[in-house]
């Protein structure tokens, strides 16, 4: 097809026309055009493929945005050149291009490290019980999300770095060493320290996804570690964001370090007269007949002794935190009842001694009023 010929027709058609309009539409068409092809090629790949591979629903879906970008480019290179438009139109258009495309290589690498970590994680769903799986999940959201931050920063500074005016002040900004670059390096201390955070976070490994933290006197859980913040779950359904930089730099509480199991403390004040050793059978048959415990550890010891009772610590396990906690609660309620029920000796007393005065002491020593008078008549 010869397309002078076909411009040259258009042109006597629509001659009247201003040529940048006509431009400008054919633009637009080409854009419009490549989304309807974009669209009929869904379905139809979805028709053929998605029962089939669902894989391939999965890909479509996650790479629209890129998949559209691309054919509007496409589109759009194909028109231009044909287009009459004027170069104060033309030129804004090819530069629009140029940064189009800049943005369409970010976004696909964005994309491809997205799908690429979510395939690798296919593997490890189960991040409750699973040390190994939290520790892949950490490490993988970690390095993605830094990863990701990059990729936006030099697709951002590549755009830009296409205009004069920014090019050269950027040169500008870079090349000296005065107060501007310091108050921007000041500036982004924080953001720079909670990057590497991340990283050391990422290779050492002190918290992961669902450990269970203690941190500013607040037990929780690590719901998700973002590239510059951690959102830690709190027991009662909160969120506390704390920065990165906050695992590096300060101590905290990490109770499932190296396992989910943990061990459970119930602490229990009883009166002298309680059979320790009736009690301590008792707990081990409570804990066996418990779904909770994770069959590792259960014992009871007398800790403390004052004036009024002695102290008694039952030590025992579950498989993980929340699980530990509540084996605590059903442990502590049954064994209070026990105590009330079958030992009710061992309920704690006060105990006091009760000495007279010494007007009660006379009266007590006073003979009876029979003796009195026996010994009067005498």
């Known amino acids: 097809m010869n397309w002078q010929a076909l411009m040259a027709d258009i042109d006597r058609m629509f001659g009247w026309i201003p040529p940048w309009f006509i431009g400008l539409c054919l633009v ?6 490549a989304l ?3 669209r009929i090629a869904v379905r139809l790949l979805n028709r053929a493929f998605g029962t089939r591979l669902p894989l391939i629903s999965v890909f479509i879906e996650r790479t629209a945005g890129p998949a559209q970008l ?27 291009f140029v940064v189009a495309f800049i943005a369409l290589i970010g976004w696909i690498s964005i994309r491809v490290v997205d799908m690429s970590a979510a395939r690798y994680l296919q593997s490890f769903r189960d991040v409750t019980e699973n040390f190994i799986a939290r520790k892949h999940v950490t490490q993988v959201r ?9 990729i936006v920063i030099i697709t951002v500074s590549t755009a830009l770095m296409t205009f004069d005016s920014v090019r050269q002040y950027g040169v500008s900004l870079f090349a000296s060493a005065g107060a501007a670059g310091i108050i921007v390096g000041l500036a982004a201390r924080p953001l720079l320290s909670n990057l ?15 450990d269970a933290v203690i941190i500013e006197n607040e037990w929780g859980w690590v719901e998700d570690i973002a590239s510059t913040y951690v959102v830690i779950r709190l027991w009662d359904w909160r969120r506390m964001v704390v920065p990165l930089s906050y695992f590096i730099e300060k101590p905290f509480q990490n109770w499932t370090r190296d396992t989910a199991s943990l061990i459970g403390v119930i602490a229990l004040h009883v009166d002298y007269r309680a059979d320790v050793p009736r009690i301590r059978r008792w707990l081990e048959e409570a804990v066996k007949q418990s779904k909770l415990w994770d069959g590792e550890v259960v014992n009871l010891q007398v800790i403390d002794a004052d004036s009024r009772t002695i102290e008694l610590r039952a030590l025992v396990s579950a498989r993980n935190a929340p699980q530990s906690w509540d084996l605590r609660c059903e442990i502590r309620e049954k064994l209070v009842a026990f105590i ?21 002491d006379a009266d007590f020593l006073r003979p009876p009023p029979d003796k009195m008078r026996a010994s009067t008549r005498n």
């Open 36 to 38: 309807f092809v974009y």
């Open 70 to 96: 691309a054919l509007c480019l496409a589109a759009v290179a194909l028109v231009l050149p044909l287009a009459s438009l004027d170069d104060t139109i033309r030129a804004p258009l090819t530069r629009l």
């Open 142 to 150: 970690v390095f993605k999300r830094v990863t990701d931050i990059i």
């Open 28 to 33: 637009a068409g080409a854009i419009l055009l």
């Open 196 to 210: 590497i955070a991340g990283l050391q976070i990422a290779i050492t490994q002190p918290i992961r996804i669902e």
């Open 340 to 360: 009330r029920d079958e030992m009710p000796e061992a309920l704690p007393r006060e105990r006091a001694i009760l000495i007279p005065s010494a007007g009660d």
